[in-house]
């Protein structure tokens, strides 16, 4: 039985993978990026999730990465580049 964090970060995946779809084929790729920043902070805050790493990478490209939240709450350490996170395969 699946615990309901995993639960949770599908749902979250779900609905990020959506958001990410949106924002690359939008006309003006850069205009949906303070979109995508809020809405992945307020579905962080929905589902309570700490801090995580995000990144759009189109072919060979990189095209948004950003970084939210805290890597560890009890020493206010924030996600950086360097943030270690466990894999969760939806």
Do not use: C
Request: hydrophobic share 50%; charged share 10%.
């Amino acid at each position: 039985m699946e615990s309901i964090k995993i639960i949770i970060m599908k749902k979250l995946t779900i609905l990020l993978l959506i958001a990410l779809n949106t924002a690359v084929h939008s006309q003006d790729n850069h205009r949906g990026w303070p979109e995508l920043n809020a809405f992945i902070q307020q579905q962080m805050g929905i589902f309570n999730v700490p801090g995580l790493s995000a990144t759009i990478i189109v072919g060979d490209s990189l095209i948004w990465k950003n970084h939210f939240g805290y890597a560890n709450l009890e020493t206010n350490t924030p996600v950086t580049d360097a943030t270690l996170f466990g894999v969760l395969s939806v």
